[in-house]
């Protein structure tokens, strides 16, 4: 409860100014394509060296807060992820607000940020010494199970045929294996200089997600639809909370698997998002209307991917080692003070500690604020006529995918990509797979090459991957959700072929 | 068999393609060394090409259910603006600067599919006015608030 | 008309090639880019933010340097785009990490050497330590050896990659010490080599002085010793290997320098060679660096080419039966 204490010292002007401003800044980058929430953070680094330690870590701990949630903007409004964590934010988001609810979808999306993100700063103060415990726990074969868990997903998200989802996922499995291998260091599939540096995943999200669409406006051709202009609906925030509350299963499912998942240093929040959206969709008596603009798999996407930031700072804060890139970028920040995470931090520089964790708590009541004031004003960017969007979105999709790295050749990468996923959607694969694989080929690989590795110098490879309760329980977990997919997919085969008898 | 139809045309062609990657890839992973490396490249090769052979046959048989293909309407409409944004992205962006390319490529684009009349002087102010905003716009936030620095061949 | 003309393309070209010419005197005009060759947060990147923060001031450069990541694979990644790729133009400079650099080169499937870059400023040494965690029964790198030689190939020992310092120091101590360990990269630096270390996933654990120190002050690992010729300041309490009878010395140390790209104006070099070491020397750049835990080493341009020169030839010979 030592917490409780601190609370005052966020309230102090400077400080709250502080808090403003990078709550409102981390919503504006993180709804800016090619910027993920770790170069925000990055970003706003050097104005920390002006700043007192516990100063500027509020800044830095709001805009992590409020990048994350930004991020369903651009994926939510134009179908650009701004990071893995948003993707399966454009799977319903996106559709939501193509049918004029754009302005509903963004105000779910910040409450249900709002819900996991508290949810995950209270595990952080409440349960951080068991926590850490947990995220230590995950060694090279769980890490390699839990991603083996995550490829069992990708047939059936996103895509209505089986085969079509797989050969989706290995075709991303197998970009992601592009470049030079991490471990060995030996160079694979580099057909063109561009790709020397492998496939960048910021760069790929923003060339598989919003090409397609730009080329499926060309495709429409030059129209004067008056008709189909989208209306776009208002929506009283009221309405947003009651429907909150009526998707309070995706809700906890969302943010009892953001939390875990967050935890579990390396994977985090990338995968957090598409495992919870994939679990609440299995869940649901009402699954066959994920996809089509369905509240519920948005609540569950975002509630997760907020719900996972204060769990992914627990091995970062306790035991001093980061779980994820911007918990990395966050160390730098502590460190510039000289202040070490662990025992140091805790004990001695309590202020700076409890300060941050409160800055994040309210960080994230102040963005739900700002996100539900401005969601009925960006909503209406859905009204801009498609000629005007295509150009806006492939011009946005050019200048975020060269900032990631200052590189052409991620823009080149960006736009075969794009162009490559246009074809393929059109006939039956789908982006959501492929770019599951991208972010989990290189989890699998390289914790199966370590683990084998240190198996080979211990006990063997059968003892060190399918020994021990974690891994025992792990694989439990993947033969189930193969079992449940396909009895799914037997289940709707079935029927539908019922129907067709029937018609 | 069913008659020879565009979209199943167009399906073969999609699904032979990616069919011949895959046995690139497979290719590839097979014969390059050090073979450590490539051990995990040969696993998902594997199942790629056994899957993309799957997608292939069925294809050929026709027995494709999902995906739609592309109409003749739909590739004469998305042509021109495909050869616009290819000629912006691989070469405009890098040999002309940045910010110039997205000027010239904004408003060609606008021009290609605004459906507003192109007799009309209004609608080409109207066009004029928005590339100017949105170039302003993309100035602010990536040269100004950003600072990335792109590359800049003419202007700015 | 025509002459007129004429005459002003050859003033505008005269006026070119005279700009060019007097070497770089008003060099830089605009922002400089740094590329550091690993992810934003580790070592390599938040030393490199420190050291350049004061680029900006009227006594240094004059102008920022904004930090560019492009890490992968141990760091090949960024050396190989600085030496193909960037522009040396003197606005594209790179961080330099030895011996991973010249190791990777030396070992081959990569497209630049030491000749592709040329050398600027060092600013810090960071050597490689060797850590096990707390609840370890190693107490003594004597442990350690003992267990190694009893059992070879049996020690599970994690670092930053192949071909990177930690990796370099592996190979040294089993070289002087006549064992075999059981050498595990990880992906994703030395962050998650120490992770393996305190979670228990390995026995020991080679990483850099400053991570392995602030472990220590948070109470996760034991520190048995330092690759390096002297005890550091950081860790007085730490014997050398030397000292705890294994040969290794100072190959690992990992130098942390700015290079620019082969090809880059003279001037533009001397220029750099002669303003950044003070710029390291700024009382708040080592102030923070203190802070950090992170050990600095500023050498000029001249020291740094003669470091080059003998890394390179101890790696040779190191990494010659490999």
Same mark, same amino acid.
């Given at each position: 409860?030592?917490?409780?204490?601190?609370?005052?010292?966020?309230?102090?002007?400077?400080?709250?100014?502080?808090?403003?401003?990078?709550?409102?800044?981390?919503?504006?980058?993180?709804?800016?394509?090619?910027?993920?929430?770790?170069?925000?953070?990055?970003?706003?680094?050097?104005?920390?060296?002006?700043?007192?330690?516990?100063?500027?870590?509020?800044?830095?701990?709001?805009?992590?807060?409020?990048?994350?949630?930004?991020?369903?903007?651009?994926?939510?409004?134009?179908?650009?992820?701004?990071?893995?964590?948003?993707?399966?934010?454009?799977?319903?988001?996106?559709?939501?607000?193509?049918?004029?609810?754009?302005?509903?979808?963004?105000?779910?999306?910040?409450?249900?940020?709002?819900?996991?993100?508290?949810?995950?700063?209270?595990?952080?103060?409440?349960?951080?010494?068991?926590?850490?415990?947990?995220?230590?726990?995950?060694?090279?074969?769980?890490?390699?199970?839990?991603?083996?868990?995550?490829?069992?997903?990708?047939?059936?998200?996103?895509?209505?045929?089986?085969?079509?989802?797989?050969?989706?996922?290995?075709?991303?499995?197998?970009?992601?294996?592009?470049?030079?291998?991490?471990?060995?260091?030996?160079?694979?599939?580099?057909?063109?200089?561009?790709?020397?540096?492998?496939?960048?995943?910021?760069?790929?999200?923003?060339?598989?997600?919003?090409?397609?669409?730009?080329?499926?406006?060309?495709?429409?051709?030059?129209?004067?639809?008056?008709?189909?202009?989208?209306?776009?609906?208002?929506?009283?925030?009221?309405?947003?909370?009651?429907?909150?509350?009526?998707?309070?299963?995706?809700?906890?499912?969302?943010?009892?698997?953001?939390?875990?998942?967050?935890?579990?240093?390396?994977?985090?929040?990338?995968?957090?998002?598409?495992?919870?959206?994939?679990?609440?969709?299995?869940?649901?008596?009402?699954?066959?209307?994920?996809?089509?603009?369905?509240?519920?798999?948005?609540?569950?996407?975002?509630?997760?991917?907020?719900?996972?930031?204060?769990?992914?700072?627990?091995?970062?804060?306790?035991?001093?080692?980061?779980?994820?890139?911007?918990?990395?970028?966050?160390?730098?920040?502590?460190?510039?003070?000289?202040?070490?995470?662990?025992?140091?931090?805790?004990?001695?520089?309590?202020?700076?500690?409890?300060?941050?964790?409160?800055?994040?708590?309210?960080?994230?009541?102040?963005?739900?604020?700002?996100?539900?004031?401005?969601?009925?004003?960006?909503?209406?960017?859905?009204?801009?006529?498609?000629?005007?969007?295509?150009?806006?979105?492939?011009?946005?999709?050019?200048?975020?995918?060269?900032?990631?790295?200052?590189?052409?050749?991620?823009?080149?990468?960006?736009?075969?990509?794009?162009?490559?996923?246009?074809?393929?959607?059109?006939?039956?694969?789908?982006?959501?797979?492929?770019?599951?694989?991208?972010?989990?080929?290189?989890?699998?690989?390289?914790?199966?090459?370590?683990?084998?590795?240190?198996?080979?110098?211990?006990?063997?490879?059968?003892?060190?991957?399918?020994?021990?309760?974690?891994?025992?329980?792990?694989?439990?977990?993947?033969?189930?959700?193969?079992?449940?997919?396909?009895?799914?997919?037997?289940?709707?085969?079935?029927?539908?072929?019922?129907?067709?008898?029937?018609? | 068999?069913?008659?020879? !139809?565009?979209?199943?045309?167009?399906?073969?062609?999609?699904?032979? *393609?990616?069919? &011949?990657? @895959?046995?690139? #890839?497979?290719? =590839?992973?097979?014969?390059?060394?050090?073979?450590?490396?490539?051990?995990?490249?040969?696993?998902?090769?594997?199942?790629?090409?056994?899957?993309?052979?799957?997608?292939?046959?069925?294809?050929?048989?026709?027995? !494709?259910?999902?995906?739609?293909?592309?109409?003749?309407?739909?590739? *004469?409409?998305? &042509?021109? @603006?495909?050869? #616009?944004?290819? =000629?912006?992205?691989?070469?405009?962006?890098?040999?002309?600067?940045?910010?110039?390319?997205?000027?010239?490529?904004?408003?060609?684009?606008?021009?290609?599919?605004?459906?507003?009349?192109?007799?009309?002087?209004?609608?080409?102010?109207?066009?004029?006015?928005?590339?100017?905003?949105?170039?302003?716009?993309?100035? @602010?936030?990536?040269?100004?608030?950003?600072?990335?620095?792109?590359?800049?061949?003419?202007?700015? | 008309?025509?002459?007129?003309?004429?005459?002003?393309?050859?003033?505008?070209?005269?006026?070119?090639?005279?700009?060019?010419?007097?070497?770089?005197?008003?060099?830089?005009?605009?922002?400089?880019?740094?590329?550091?060759?690993?992810?934003?947060?580790?070592?390599?990147?938040?030393?490199?933010?420190?050291?350049?923060?004061?680029?900006?001031?009227?006594?240094?450069?004059?102008?920022?340097?904004?930090?560019?990541?492009?890490?992968?694979?141990?760091?090949?990644?960024?050396?190989?785009?600085?030496?193909?790729?960037?522009?040396?133009?003197?606005?594209?400079?790179?961080?330099?990490?030895?011996?991973?650099?010249?190791?990777?080169?030396?070992?081959?499937?990569?497209?630049?050497?030491?000749?592709?870059?040329?050398?600027?400023?060092?600013?810090?040494?960071?050597?490689?330590?060797?850590?096990?965690?707390?609840?370890?029964?190693?107490?003594?790198?004597?442990?350690?050896?003992?267990?190694?030689?009893?059992?070879?190939?049996?020690?599970?020992?994690?670092?930053?990659?192949?071909?990177?310092?930690?990796?370099?120091?592996?190979?040294?101590?089993?070289?002087?010490?006549?064992?075999?360990?059981?050498?595990?990269?990880?992906?994703?630096?030395?962050?998650?080599?120490?992770?393996?270390?305190?979670?228990?996933?390995?026995?020991?654990?080679?990483?850099?002085?400053?991570?392995?120190?602030?472990?220590?002050?948070?109470?996760?690992?034991?520190?048995?010793?330092?690759?390096?010729?002297?005890?550091?300041?950081?860790?007085?309490?730490?014997?050398?290997?030397?000292?705890?009878?294994?040969?290794?010395?100072?190959?690992?140390?990992?130098?942390?320098?700015?290079?620019?790209?082969?090809?880059?104006?003279?001037?533009?070099?001397?220029?750099?060679?002669?303003?950044?070491?003070?710029?390291?020397?700024?009382?708040?750049?080592?102030?923070?660096?203190?802070?950090?835990?992170?050990?600095?080493?500023?050498?000029?341009?001249?020291?740094?080419?003669?470091?080059?020169?003998?890394?390179?030839?101890?790696?040779?010979?190191?990494?010659?039966?490999?």
């Amino acid at each position: 409860m030592e917490f409780i204490f601190y609370f005052g010292d966020v309230f102090t002007p400077v400080s709250f100014a502080l808090l403003l401003v990078g709550t409102i800044g981390g919503l504006i980058l993180g709804a800016t394509p090619g910027l993920s929430p770790t170069m925000a953070v990055a970003l706003l680094i050097p104005f920390t060296f002006q700043l007192e330690a516990a100063q500027g870590l509020i800044l830095l701990g709001a805009a992590y807060t409020s990048t994350v949630a930004g991020g369903a903007v651009s994926a939510i409004l134009l179908k650009i992820p701004g990071a893995p964590a948003n993707i399966a934010t454009t799977l319903d988001g996106h559709t939501m607000a193509q049918k004029g609810q754009g302005a509903k979808a963004l105000q779910l999306s910040f409450l249900s940020s709002a819900v996991g993100g508290i949810f995950g700063v209270l595990l952080l103060i409440f349960l951080t010494p068991v926590l850490a415990q947990w995220a230590l726990a995950f060694g090279p074969s769980h890490l390699f199970w839990l991603a083996i868990l995550g490829v069992t997903v990708i047939g059936s998200l996103d895509s209505r045929s089986v085969v079509k989802g797989l050969l989706s996922g290995c075709i991303g499995l197998w970009l992601a294996t592009i470049g030079f291998d991490d471990i060995m260091g030996a160079q694979r599939f580099i057909f063109h200089p561009s790709l020397g540096g492998g496939i960048n995943i910021i760069a790929a999200l923003i060339g598989l997600f919003a090409i397609p669409q730009v080329i499926t406006m060309f495709a429409r051709g030059r129209r004067n639809d008056a008709a189909e202009v989208i209306k776009v609906e208002k929506h009283p925030i009221g309405g947003a909370i009651r429907e909150l509350f009526r998707n309070n299963r995706a809700m906890g499912i969302g943010t009892v698997t953001g939390s875990i998942i967050g935890l579990i240093p390396g994977v985090g929040g990338q995968i957090a998002g598409l495992v919870a959206y994939d679990q609440s969709k299995k869940f649901s008596p009402q699954r066959d209307k994920f996809g089509t603009g369905h509240p519920e798999g948005l609540v569950a996407a975002e509630s997760a991917n907020n719900a996972m930031v204060g769990p992914s700072l627990v091995p970062l804060l306790t035991l001093s080692i980061p779980g994820s890139p911007t918990a990395a970028v966050l160390l730098g920040g502590l460190l510039i003070h000289g202040i070490f995470p662990g025992t140091d931090l805790f004990d001695n520089h309590p202020d700076v500690a409890w300060t941050f964790i409160n800055s994040m708590l309210i960080g994230q009541i102040l963005m739900c604020i700002f996100g539900l004031y401005v969601a009925g004003l960006a909503a209406r960017i859905a009204m801009v006529p498609q000629s005007v969007m295509a150009a806006v979105v492939l011009g946005l999709a050019v200048f975020g995918s060269y900032s990631v790295q200052s590189s052409m050749g991620d823009v080149y990468v960006m736009a075969s990509l794009g162009v490559m996923m246009y074809f393929l959607e059109r006939f039956g694969f789908s982006a959501a797979p492929l770019v599951l694989g991208l972010i989990l080929g290189p989890i699998a690989e390289s914790n199966f090459i370590q683990g084998s590795m240190i198996a080979n110098a211990t006990d063997g490879m059968a003892p060190y991957f399918l020994g021990g309760g974690l891994n025992i329980f792990l694989i439990a977990v993947v033969i189930a959700s193969i079992l449940y997919s396909g009895y799914l997919e037997l289940r709707s085969r079935r029927y539908t072929s019922k129907e067709e008898i029937m018609a | 068999m069913s008659d020879l !139809t565009l979209p199943r045309l167009q399906h073969i062609i999609g699904s032979g *393609t990616v069919a &011949a990657v @895959g046995i690139w #890839v497979t290719y =590839v992973s097979y014969t390059q060394q050090p073979s450590e490396a490539f051990l995990f490249p040969r696993l998902i090769a594997t199942v790629f090409v056994v899957l993309a052979a799957w997608t292939f046959f069925k294809a050929c048989m026709g027995w !494709t259910k999902v995906g739609n293909g592309i109409s003749v309407a739909q590739m *004469t409409n998305l &042509a021109p @603006g495909l050869v #616009v944004a290819m =000629v912006y992205i691989f070469w405009m962006a890098k040999g002309l600067g940045f910010y110039t390319a997205t000027t010239i490529a904004f408003f060609v684009l606008l021009s290609l599919y605004d459906p507003a009349p192109h007799r009309a002087l209004q609608s080409w102010l109207k066009r004029i006015i928005i590339t100017a905003c949105f170039i302003a716009v993309m100035y @602010g936030l990536f040269a100004l608030l950003l600072k990335v620095f792109t590359p800049r061949e003419i202007m700015f | 008309m025509k002459k007129l003309l004429a005459g002003a393309a050859m003033a505008l070209m005269g006026l070119t090639t005279t700009a060019s010419a007097d070497g770089h005197a008003n060099y830089p005009e605009r922002p400089i880019m740094m590329m550091v060759s690993y992810g934003a947060g580790g070592a390599t990147d938040f030393q490199a933010r420190i050291v350049t923060m004061t680029a900006g001031n009227e006594d240094a450069l004059g102008m920022p340097i904004a930090i560019l990541n492009k890490p992968g694979a141990g760091g090949r990644v960024g050396w190989n785009w600085l030496a193909s790729q960037a522009e040396a133009d003197g606005y594209t400079l790179g961080a330099y990490n030895i011996p991973h650099f010249i190791a990777q080169s030396i070992k081959g499937g990569v497209e630049y050497s030491a000749d592709s870059f040329e050398p600027i400023a060092n600013w810090g040494a960071d050597p490689a330590v060797l850590v096990v965690g707390k609840d370890s029964d190693f107490n003594t790198l004597q442990d350690v050896v003992d267990f190694a030689t009893a059992n070879p190939g049996k020690l599970t020992t994690s670092g930053a990659g192949l071909f990177v310092g930690h990796h370099i120091a592996a190979l040294q101590m089993e070289k002087a010490g006549g064992m075999k360990l059981a050498y595990i990269p990880t992906k994703g630096g030395g962050a998650a080599a120490m992770k393996a270390v305190i979670a228990g996933e390995v026995m020991a654990g080679i990483n850099n002085l400053s991570d392995a120190f602030r472990a220590r002050e948070a109470g996760n690992v034991k520190i048995l010793a330092v690759a390096d010729l002297e005890r550091n300041e950081f860790l007085p309490d730490v014997p050398t290997m030397m000292e705890s009878g294994l040969d290794v010395d100072n190959s690992s140390v990992n130098f942390r320098g700015v290079m620019v790209p082969k090809g880059t104006p003279q001037g533009i070099i001397d220029k750099l060679a002669e303003t950044v070491p003070t710029m390291f020397e700024n009382s708040r750049v080592a102030g923070k660096m203190k802070a950090g835990g992170s050990p600095m080493h500023i050498m000029t341009r001249d020291e740094v080419l003669a470091m080059w020169a003998a890394r390179e030839e101890t790696l040779k010979e190191l990494l010659a039966g490999l």
